[in-house]
């Protein structure tokens, strides 16, 4: 079979088995499961924490003693064996646990999948520069493939979706191994310290200001990244107690509008080159970061009927705000560092962003969103004033009752239902992501280099 067609199908699953239940599972653990906001913050941390070093330890564990191809296929099956086990938890707290196990296992298969292509195409004599992007971008593709396929059998706010992502990421594991060997390439020695096994000799980059700099703003734009991931479909999902709007396609179909982000995502990496060749490194960092302003105020003032085209720009300008700083992020490293270290900041430069930044996203959006922007509504009366419904409202009472609530004879509701103000926590998030772009561009003295030139020209060739 073609290399790089197996290369495309390992791309293409590797973010099958994610998307089946990333973009959704707020439905599932607010609508399903009737826990707690504050809890749900966590849940999207476990991808930062297990960032922070399962890569590291994985890549060690692929460069000195097991072949890429087979650790990769073990992680996967292990992924798929707790995300079968995942439907049979009925608490919040053991939920968050198993979770983060999951992500200690697939996590570090972004890096690997990336560099068992890189390795076979090397293998095989292709060029990775020219032959590596159109694989990769099935990865995506996959992506969309996965929520589609989730919200299309109805299976967006139940268990069924982590089945899902189960059964292909065991059938990921097993395709694994037929995949051409990567051995170990013994490129850590005997000799190596503990700080340069863990690339933790990068850190020494945080004594130059401009460099440090940069890793704080990575760190805190890297909290606004996964927001809308976890918040984006819940959100949409939530107009279904509107009467004016629980029918409508887009509130039924949330997860299919939402994938508009991932299209727009491939679309923008095309336009990359132009941007950088045009304004240079650090102008694409600032309009990126502009971008996630326009991503969160978009949603902020948008619904599913008038407002729609707010709500679809959102996800087209969604492709511009994680494409544009990541690549003209990783591009200021990789012309600001030394050979020797250049490796190591990269990690960093990951680890401050989808580590230490989603951590502190994660936790601070779901504390923040809890305490501030949701409410208890015990009384049916009270609940339909605020949907501008009538208390026997049949879309009302279609809801409460799909969330086990029963209204009592006396009007009350057999338990409250948690209504989140989600106006204010898009507009919060706008404020937040347009606070640290004029930060950003105040304080971030950076002028283009020719190295930065050489770079750009070499995307654009």
């Not at 302003?293 to 009927?305: E, I, M, Q, Y």
Request: charged letters at 15%.
């Amino acid at each position: 079979m073609n290399v790089k067609f197996r290369l495309t199908l390992m791309s293409f699953m590797q973010f099958f088995v994610w998307a089946a239940w990333l973009i959704t599972i707020a439905n599932y653990w607010f609508g399903t499961k009737q826990w707690a906001g504050a809890d749900f913050g966590i849940i999207f941390s476990t991808m930062g924490i297990a960032s922070l070093f399962m890569p590291t330890l994985t890549g060690i564990l692929a460069d000195k003693w097991i072949n890429a191809e087979k650790l990769y296929g073990i992680l996967h099956l292990l992924y798929a064996v707790v995300m079968f086990y995942l439907p049979q938890v009925n608490d919040p707290h053991t939920f968050f646990w198993v979770i983060l196990v999951a992500m200690c296992f697939y996590m570090p298969t972004i890096a690997l999948s990336n560099s068992i292509s890189y390795t076979t195409l090397k293998n095989s004599e292709f060029d990775v520069v020219k032959d590596f992007p159109p694989i990769r971008v099935w990865g995506t593709i996959g992506f969309i493939v996965a929520m589609w396929i989730t919200n299309l059998t109805g299976n967006k706010a139940s268990a069924n979706q982590f089945y899902i992502a189960g059964v292909s990421a065991l059938a990921l594991g097993l395709y694994s191994f037929t995949l051409p060997a990567c051995k170990p390439s013994k490129l850590i020695s005997d000799k190596t310290t503990f700080v340069q096994k863990f690339g933790l000799e990068a850190f020494k980059l945080f004594s130059d200001y401009k460099m440090a700099l940069f890793f704080i703003f990575s760190m805190f734009l890297g909290g606004a990244l996964q927001l809308t991931n976890a918040y984006g479909d819940v959100f949409l999902d939530e107009f279904k107690m509107f009467p004016k709007y629980a029918d409508l396609y887009v509130v039924k179909r949330s997860t299919l509008i939402l994938s508009i982000s991932q299209i727009s995502e491939t679309l923008f990496i095309l336009a990359i080159p132009f941007f950088l060749k045009r304004f240079g490194i650090k102008k694409v960092m600032v309009i990126a970061m502009t971008a996630w302003v326009l991503r969160f105020g978009l949603f902020a003032f948008g619904n599913p009927a008038d407002g729609l085209w707010m709500i679809i720009l959102s996800c087209i300008v969604y492709g511009m705000a994680f494409d544009f700083f990541n690549i003209s992020g990783s591009l200021f490293v990789e012309t600001s560092t030394t050979p020797k270290t250049r490796s190591s900041a990269q990690g960093l430069f990951m680890m401050m962003t989808n580590g230490f930044g989603a951590v502190f996203g994660s936790l601070v959006s779901g504390w923040m969103i809890d305490r501030f922007f949701t409410k208890a509504y015990t009384n049916i009366q009270a609940t339909a004033e605020l949907v501008g419904s009538q208390p026997n409202d049949q879309h009302l009472l279609t809801f409460l009752s799909n969330k086990g609530i029963n209204v009592l004879a006396n009007g009350d509701l057999s338990r409250a239902i948690d209504v989140k103000d989600w106006h204010s926590i898009w507009l919060s998030f706008t404020i937040y992501a347009l606070i640290i772009t004029v930060l950003f561009a105040l304080m971030f003295k950076h002028k283009h280099t020719r190295a930065e030139q050489k770079a750009i020209e070499a995307i654009n060739h």
